[in-house]
């Protein structure tokens, strides 16, 4: 009985000490040594952008090497969306609209909050972000919260900021980026 409270105690600090640098999402750690889509199929509030990303075949990409910084929408992100567009979008037929959105919400780089800040200062209070999937996208920031406007003008905030990834890092936000039309 003895071994097995030990054994506990042992699971329960090594456990915390692996979050001690990196948030919880979803209802689950994030651990560092994992990459990006390993991170995010245990997330609650990203199961809908996870069948994107499954959708849009992207889950081998986004395993890779990077680096990547993916602004990760929540469910509640994508329920903001007109009714039936995330329906519409998970349609095979609609795969390369599907996989042009997603991947206009991942840059090809490893950017922590304090570097967008920063570049966002360099450039005096809004820094342009080049997407993978081609989109122009706009960095700002307000009492410390990463905010991002899309082609629409839509402006996402990042809720939860640096879920740092073996391959890269997310960024969690509230607004599903969508390029310009």
Same mark, same amino acid.
């Given at each position: 009985?003895?071994?097995?409270?030990?054994?506990?105690?042992?699971?329960?600090?090594?456990?915390?000490?692996?979050?001690?640098?990196?948030?919880?999402?979803?209802?689950?750690?994030?651990?560092?040594?994992?990459?990006?889509?390993?991170?995010? @199929?245990?997330?609650?509030?990203?199961?809908?952008? $996870?069948?994107?990303?499954?959708?849009?075949?992207? $889950?081998?990409?986004?395993?890779?090497?990077?680096?990547?910084?993916?602004?990760? &929408?929540?469910?509640?992100?994508?329920?903001?969306?007109?009714?039936?567009?995330?329906?519409?979008?998970?349609?095979?037929?609609?795969?390369?609209?599907?996989?042009?959105?997603?991947?206009?919400?991942? @840059?090809?780089?490893?950017?922590?909050?304090?570097?967008?800040?920063?570049?966002?200062?360099?450039?005096?209070?809004?820094? &342009?972000?080049?997407?993978?999937?081609?989109?122009?996208?706009?960095?700002?920031?307000?009492?410390? $919260?990463?905010?991002?406007?899309?082609?629409?003008?839509?402006?996402?905030? @990042?809720?939860?900021?640096?879920?740092?990834?073996?391959?890269?890092?997310?960024? @969690?936000?509230?607004?599903?980026?969508? &390029?310009?039309?």
């Amino acid at each position: 009985m003895k071994a097995l409270k030990l054994g506990t105690a042992i699971l329960a600090l090594t456990s915390g000490l692996a979050l001690a640098g990196n948030p919880m999402v979803g209802g689950a750690p994030m651990f560092e040594d994992k990459n990006i889509v390993e991170n995010a @199929v245990n997330s609650a509030d990203h199961t809908t952008l $996870v069948a994107a990303v499954k959708a849009a075949g992207l $889950v081998e990409t986004l395993s890779g090497p990077g680096p990547f910084t993916v602004f990760a &929408p929540t469910n509640e992100a994508f329920a903001k969306l007109p009714a039936g567009t995330v329906e519409t979008l998970l349609k095979p037929e609609n795969k390369d609209q599907l996989t042009k959105i997603l991947t206009c919400h991942v @840059v090809a780089a490893d950017a922590m909050s304090d570097a967008i800040m920063k570049m966002v200062d360099d450039d005096k209070g809004a820094h &342009p972000v080049k997407t993978v999937g081609g989109c122009e996208f706009t960095a700002m920031y307000k009492d410390g $919260v990463v905010m991002i406007k899309d082609g629409q003008g839509n402006v996402a905030n @990042v809720t939860i900021a640096d879920v740092k990834q073996s391959n890269g890092v997310i960024h @969690v936000i509230d607004t599903v980026l969508l &390029p310009a039309m």
